[in-house]
């Protein structure tokens, strides 16, 4: 607003004083208003057009500093002051409070998301049965793999170039590979075949390009289990809502446990494609919910949590687990 309001103020000096070497300066005021103008006829669409606008912030600070320097005594001293007083803080406030602030990254990298990401990455991978296995990263470039390379256990870890046939199952593409295979989430959902399989969903959100999901071929006697491919919380006026999808390999029951901390109890209702049911979980306590889904197939499900009348948005909200 400073920088806005100086501008003007040049702007309207040098219109006013265009005998005595304003016409140059207002020609460039003229120049930078025809520039706004432009862009945003043109890209106002661009969801991040602002940054843009640093293209016109050289002749900005010009028209801006030749008008302060029309002023006489005290007044051109406290203008300073104040355009000095003003960079500074957003100098310091640049550099040490934005989100992707320079300091921050030097001296807290575990604010920034990469940092989550390739850490939880990291945690998750190391997590899978047997520890032995070799892990294989198959992601597309430019993602935070850094935490599949540092694990404590020294798991045998490999890149894949090749990224197979956009129509393999995941049995197919793992079918040469001696462990683990890591994969976006979204890669292989409906076309698993019958592989052992697990995912690590950001924000329960299949589709983001942090979410990945590892298969790795069968054992002997070995039965692949119930694997969760989304979980996307939603707050509602009455209560939230889950929006679940499911991997299912046979026709038994999946098991949710649902957690209610809250003093009062919670209703809840569930839709599958084959059932709905309904009830109620006592105040900080907890009920297992059978899924009953479609053999063999991904299934969506739908869980709605009422609250009482009268919670407010300070209330616990209720946990949804897949129990294995």
């Keep these: 607003m400073v920088a806005f309001l100086l501008f003007i103020a040049g ?33 106002q669409w661009h969801p991040y057009a602002f940054r843009y606008f640093v293209l016109a912030a050289p002749w900005v600070a010009v028209v801006s500093a030749w008008g302060i320097e029309q002023l006489r005594g005290i007044t051109r001293t406290a203008a300073w002051t ?8 957003v100098c310091w406030s640049a550099t040490t409070r934005t989100h992707q602030s320079g300091w921050r990254a030097a001296v807290q990298p ?4 990469n940092y989550f990401v390739s850490s939880s990455w990291g945690r998750w991978s190391d997590g899978l049965e047997p520890e032995a296995a070799p892990l294989s990263i198959a ?14 256990g020294g798991r045998p870890v ?3 170039q090749n990224l197979g046939n956009a129509t393999m199952t995941a049995e197919e593409f793992t079918r040469d590979e001696p462990g683990w295979v890591v994969v976006p ?13 697990s995912a690590w969903l950001f924000r329960g959100d299949e589709g983001s390009p942090y ?9 002997p006697g070995e039965k692949p289990a119930i694997l969760l491919y989304r979980d996307i919380r939603e707050r509602q006026r009455s209560g939230w809502v889950h929006r679940l999808l499911v991997k299912t390999w046979d026709g038994r029951p999946v098991q949710f446990r649902l957690s209610n901390p809250s003093v009062s109890a919670v209703s809840y209702s569930m839709q599958t494609p084959l059932t709905n049911t309904w009830g109620k979980v006592a105040a900080r306590g907890s009920r297992l919910i059978n899924a009953v889904l479609p053999a063999n197939s991904v299934s969506e499900v739908r869980l709605s949590i009422e609250v009482p009348e009268g919670d407010g948005p300070e209330v616990p909200e209720p946990t949804l687990d897949l129990v294995p």
């Design 158 to 160: 490999s890149y894949l």
């Design 11 to 43: 702007s309207l000096v040098a219109l006013f004083r265009w005998r005595r070497g304003g016409m140059e300066v207002f020609g460039w005021s003229a120049g930078v208003i025809t520039f706004l103008l432009f862009f945003h006829a043109m890209q």
């Design 185 to 197: 989430a979204v890669r292989f959902i409906g076309r698993e075949g019958r592989v052992a399989a």
């Design 110 to 113: 575990e604010r920034s998301l």
């Design 139 to 152: 992601l597309p470039e430019e993602r935070p793999v850094a935490g599949f390379y540092r694990q404590p």
């Design 82 to 89: 104040l355009v000095l007083a003003a960079s500074a803080d």
């Design 211 to 219: 979410s990945v999901a590892a298969y790795r071929r069968l054992g």
